[in-house]
């Protein structure tokens, strides 16, 4: 769990308004914008990230926050509610649009980060109690995770660009493709589209960025627009 009180440098961030997944969730007026300074917790410091790309993703334990906090001040300057959508996270930008994915039942859910923590060594992220209850956190209490970052402010940009690796008549066939790649840390999606299951790798806001991982990764495939 995260410790509010004990956070001493970050105190309030402006507020954001946008379409996303569920707009209500990411409906903040009136939050004023924080320091990026260093803050310490019980005497270690930690340094939240100036920003960071589409597609940036982190393994690690997610855990959930309830009751014991409900109603009291984020880091961010809201007002902490366990049934919204939102989550802690110790280094990232405040109101950056994640989404979470439990890596034991493959459940997932999008999250707004509005506060710091956890402060427990191995967890990454602390989820509001009704982000955790639809990944199965309230039932396992803590489960290893792949957290992804999809958007900012509220803005889920989630892709520009994306590029096809495969293309399938069995959809067994895809699924085992965009599994090898996400054993390698990649974001990747199916559709399905003229009769065929298509495998992309995701994530990439520019035509540039895509090709450059093309390259630097020696993937086969070709780009394509959202």
Known sequence: M?????????IFFFGCSTKTYETKVYNVPGIKKPTKKPYSVNGRFYYPLNSVNIGWSQRGVASWYGPDFHGRYTSNGEVYNMYGLTAAHKTLPMNTIVKVTNLRNKKNVI??????????????????????????LDVTGTAPVKIEVVGFKGK???????????????????????????KLGYNTLITKKGGFYKVYISGF??????KRFMINNKISGFIVGD
Do not use: M
Not at 2 to 10: A, E, G, N, S, W
Not at 114 to 133: C, Q, T, W
Not at 156 to 182: D, H, M, P, R, W
């Open 111 to 136: 999250v707004r980060i509005n506060d710091r923590g956890p402060f427990v060594k191995g967890r990454i992220i602390d989820l509001s109690y009704a982000a955790g209850k639809k990944i199965g």
């Open 2 to 10: 995260k410790k509010i009180l004990t956070v001493v440098v970050l």
């Open 156 to 182: 889920n940009y989630v892709t520009g660009y994306k590029v096809q690796i495969g293309a399938f008549i069995n959809k067994k066939g895809a699924e085992k493709l965009s599994e090898n790649y996400q």
């Open 205 to 210: 806001k520019t035509y540039n960025e895509a």
